[in-house]
């Protein structure tokens, strides 16, 4: 199952798991947990059912600060989910291959259709010197920690796009979404992915694109199956819109 932005609403989803008819066998997060604490403990309702957990992070990942972003991350911290992380990373789950990709686009480093401002990571250091007077040495390092943790960076999408996965998750949307953005339709197909499942707007929908690839949203702390039926019901969904050109929407 797949549990979408769940922005510390563990309730919501220790609740849900109670109400299932049989135990999840395997979960994925779709990022925007928003740890408070280390994922190990957050995390306990799931991994008190014996499933294994897996994630990638989101953008708001880090609103907390650098020990947000350690609850997630820090394998130290984590010794029973940090082997869990997806991002950049093709896994078998459940007898599907499950390729990761964490984040969102940010301007500073890649906002497709434009080309990307920077590649890669080794990159940021450099590009943090332009940011002008008015940034401090302590604001710049943290804004480049941030966008090397959370932003999605081409050489991740290059690595990926070499491999080959059943589905794909990510935590922005493909273009299914009105917000969402073809750079990752076009992950998808180089993948030969038959399904992206995806968190961030927090809207759970299907839809499908004239070639057939299919993309599920996932509501906030919702739990979704892979066949889109809704497993428990989180925080209210927000409005989707009519379905952009080239897709048609299957239901909610």
Do not use: K
Not at 35 to 64: Q, R, V, Y
Not at 109 to 121: C, D
Not at 137 to 150: K, P
């Amino acid at each position: 199952m797949f549990v979408g932005d769940i922005h510390r609403r563990w309730d919501l989803v220790a609740r849900g798991l109670q109400r299932l008819a049989r135990p999840a066998r395997h979960v994925v997060l779709l990022g925007d947990m928003e740890c408070t604490a280390p994922l190990d403990h957050l995390a306990a309702p799931i991994l008190e059912h014996g499933a294994g957990l897996h994630w990638i992070f989101g953008n708001h990942d880090s609103d907390g600060g650098p020990e947000m972003l350690a609850n997630l991350v820090d394998p130290t911290r984590n010794p029973l989910t940090s082997a869990g992380a997806l991002h950049g990373r093709v896994v078998e789950i459940g007898g599907l291959r499950i390729a990761g990709l964490g984040g969102t686009f940010n301007t500073r480093v890649w906002n497709p259709p434009h080309p990307p401002r920077l590649h890669g990571r080794h990159e940021l250091a450099q590009d943090m010197t332009r940011l002008g007077p008015g940034w401090s040495a302590d604001s710049a390092a943290a804004l480049g920690r941030t966008l090397a943790a959370l932003a999605i960076w081409p050489e991740d999408v290059a690595a990926l796009a070499g491999q080959r996965t059943d589905i794909l998750v990510t935590h922005e949307a493909p273009s299914s979404h009105p917000a969402g953005v073809a750079a990752l339709d076009d992950l998808a197909r180089a993948m030969g992915a038959l399904l992206v499942i995806h968190g961030h707007h927090h809207i759970g929908y299907r839809a499908r694109s004239e070639d057939g690839l299919t993309v599920q949203g996932v509501g906030a702390a919702w739990g979704m199956a892979p066949d889109g039926a809704a497993l428990w019901h989180g925080e209210r969904e927000r409005h989707l819109g009519h379905a952009p050109n080239g897709w048609s929407y299957l239901g909610r």
